[in-house]
Every structure is written in structure tokens, then in C-alpha cells.
T-cell receptor, first 114, second 120 residues
Framework: GDSVTQMEGPVTLSEEAFLTINCTYTATGYPSLFWYVQYPGEGLQLLLKATKADDKGSNKGFEATYRKETTSFHLEKGSVQVSDSAVYFCALSRLNNQGGKLIFGQGTELSVKP | GAVVSQHPSWVICKSGTSVKIECRSLDFQATTMFWYRQFPKQSLMLMAT?????????EQGVEKDKFLINHASLTLSTLTVTSAHPEDSSFYICSARDRLDFSAGAYEQYFGPGTRLTVT
């Protein structure tokens, strides 16, 4: 079945450091891929998405490229801020997967120190 | 746009009682809503998919008689935890898919802020 695997956290970085959170997926066909962010005590917010191979999603300085050949959708940011501290979830969705339900990775906690 | 609210944001109830959680799409119509459960420092576990006007589809291992889901309108779905016990304590999150997004072929889900349930 479909699945998403993320690098384990927690990830601790200093402010202005470069961030990479790895995400790989297993799915048949061409799923849509998403990154969601969850701040402490809150629900999930969509950070960015890509719907086909080689698409690059970007938002708030974060970006991720849909790589079909490596089945990956790694999240990157050039310079993190303390306010980026949160849990990041990679997810996929396919229409013929029971109406497009989201399959989530296990989440990666990011902590940015000043 | 695309705002989803949940009520209450947190609730404490006694063991054996029932509690209802509401999920509303505020500025769009949602033919499909999803209910998730999240344990501390863990990912979201899909409990059920709720389609307006029809019975919910539950994931394997989720007790449908314990977690009652009703999706009576295009903007409201409710989750009722019946005869709650301490092991039901968790963070419950709903999401909704915009009817118009779905028609356009986009499958994004908009998430509510979550409801923290504590059963004593």
C-alpha cells in the first residue's frame, strides 16, 4: 500500500542554518505530495504542495521538488528562524486511493535555537 | 479563505460519559470531511471519512459504535465519543475538502485547529 517515510527527529538547528528534511514515498501512479506544518498546540497548516513530477512547491522560504525517479519530496529552507520551530509532516494523496485520503509520514520535529 | 473550525478546543469529561466535537467549514462547502486522532509526538491516524448525507467510512480497527460520525450538512460534521474512557484521551483533528477544489481535480485538505479530549 501507499506509504510515506520521513527522517526521524528531533532536528535541532541554529538560527540561519540550512534545513533539509527528507521524505520518500511509495505509491502507484502519480500521487500529489504535500508538506504540512503543525505549530505547538495547533492543527495542521498546508505549507506547500506539488501535483506532478518535477513540480516545485514553495512557500515562506521553504521549497520541495517532486522527484519521480527517486520517489522523494525533500523539504528545504536556506535560512531557518526560531519561528520555524514546529513539527513537519510529509503526505501524499491519490484520487483513486479511497477518494483522495492523505497518507502521512511520522512527522519530524524541528527546533531552531537563537 | 478555506477556514475550518472545531468546537470545543478542549474538553474534560468523566469516564462513561459521551462528548461531541463539531467540525465546521466556515467559508466553503465540504462534501467530504475527515477525522483524525493524534497521540503526543506522533503522526495523525485517520479514523474515518465522512461524506455529506451518507454513512461514514471507518478505517480498520476504529470502532464505529464508539466514534459516531454525522455529516448532516455541507458545512458541519460531528464526532461523538460515546462512553468515553481514559484511553480515548487524545487530540482529535478534522479536515475538510472543498467541493469546488475536488471538482477541479485538487485534493487538498484544510485542517481544523484540533480538540484536546481528556477523560478522567
Amino acid at each position: 500500500g501507499d506509504s510515506v517515510t520521513q527522517m526521524e527527529g528531533p532536528v535541532t538547528l541554529s538560527e540561519e542554518a540550512f534545513l533539509t528534511i527528507n521524505c520518500t514515498y511509495t505509491a502507484t501512479g502519480y500521487p500529489s505530495l504535500f508538506w504540512y506544518v503543525q505549530y505547538p498546540g495547533e492543527g495542521l497548516q498546508l505549507l506547500l504542495k506539488a501535483t506532478k513530477a518535477d513540480d516545485k512547491g514553495s512557500n515562506k522560504g521553504f521549497e520541495a521538488t517532486y522527484r519521480k525517479e527517486t520517489t522523494s519530496f525533500h523539504l528545504e529552507k536556506g535560512s531557518v528562524q526560531v519561528s520555524d520551530s514546529a513539527v513537519y509532516f510529509c503526505a501524499l494523496s491519490r484520487l483513486n486511493n479511497q477518494g483522495g485520503k492523505l497518507i502521512f509520514g511520522q512527522g519530524t520535529e524541528l527546533s531552531v535555537k537563537p | 479563505g478555506a477556514v475550518v473550525s472545531q468546537h470545543p478546543s478542549w474538553v474534560i469529561c468523566k469516564s462513561g460519559t459521551s462528548v461531541k466535537i463539531e467540525c465546521r467549514s466556515l467559508d466553503f462547502q465540504a462534501t467530504t470531511m475527515f477525522w483524525y486522532r493524534q497521540f503526543p509526538k506522533q503522526s495523525l491516524m485517520l479514523m474515518a471519512t465522512s461524506n455529506e448525507g451518507s454513512k461514514a467510512t471507518y478505517e480498520q480497527g476504529v470502532e464505529k459504535d464508539k466514534f459516531l460520525i454525522n455529516h448532516a450538512s455541507l458545512t458541519l460534521s460531528t464526532l461523538t465519543v460515546t462512553s468515553a474512557h481514559p484511553e480515548d484521551s487524545s487530540f482529535y483533528i478534522c479536515s475538510a475538502r472543498d467541493r469546488l477544489d475536488f471538482s477541479a481535480g485538487a485534493y487538498e485538505q484544510y485542517f481544523g485547529p484540533g480538540t484536546r479530549l481528556t477523560v478522567t
